[in-house]
C-alpha cells in the first residue's frame, strides 16, 4: 500500500471524486465537454495531487501539491455552485459538505507539516 493510501485527506478526495461522478452523470449531454468535464477533472486532480505530493520527499514539495490540490477544491466549489444556478444539481448539500470537510483536512495538514518544518 502507498503512503497516501493511509491518508484520511486523500479518502475523503475518492469519496468526493465518487459524489462528482455520480452528480455529472445526469448532468445535460450537451455539457459532456463543458461543466461535466471541468467538474471531474477538478475533482480527480485532488487526490491525484495528494497522491503526488505524498510521494515526494521533501515536505516544501508536499506542500505545493497540497496547495495546488486546494485550488481544485475551490474551483470544484464554484463549478457545483454555476451547476446549481443551471439547475443542473438539485442537492448539492452533501457535495458542498464534502469540500468544507476536505478544505479543513487539507489546511490541517499542511499547518502540521508547516509545525514540523519549523522544528
Known amino acids: 500500500m502507498r503512503k497516501h493510501h493511509q491518508l484520511q ?16 452523470s445526469e448532468f445535460p449531454q450537451s ?8 467538474m471531474r477533472r477538478a475533482s480527480v486532480s ?7 505530493g505524498a510521494a515526494r520527499t521533501g515536505t516544501k514539495e508536499f ?3 497540497l496547495s495546488i490540490g486546494r485550488g ?6 464554484t463549478q457545483i455552485l454555476i451547476a446549481k444556478e443551471l439547475d443542473y444539481i438539485r442537492d448539492e448539500g452533501e457535495i458542498l459538505n464534502q469540500i468544507d470537510k476536505l ?8 499547518n502540521s507539516l508547516r509545525k514540523r ?3
Open 9 to 24: 485527506v486523500w479518502q475523503e478526495a475518492m469519496a468526493l471524486v465518487k459524489m462528482i461522478y455520480a452528480a455529472t
Open 31 to 38: 455539457e459532456i465537454y463543458g461543466l461535466t468535464n471541468q
Open 46 to 52: 485532488i487526490p491525484s495531487n495528494i497522491a503526488e
Open 63 to 65: 506542500l505545493q501539491f
Open 72 to 77: 481544485s477544491l475551490s474551483e470544484l466549489e
Open 103 to 110: 478544505f479543513g483536512l487539507i489546511g490541517g495538514l499542511i
Open 117 to 119: 518544518e519549523m522544528k
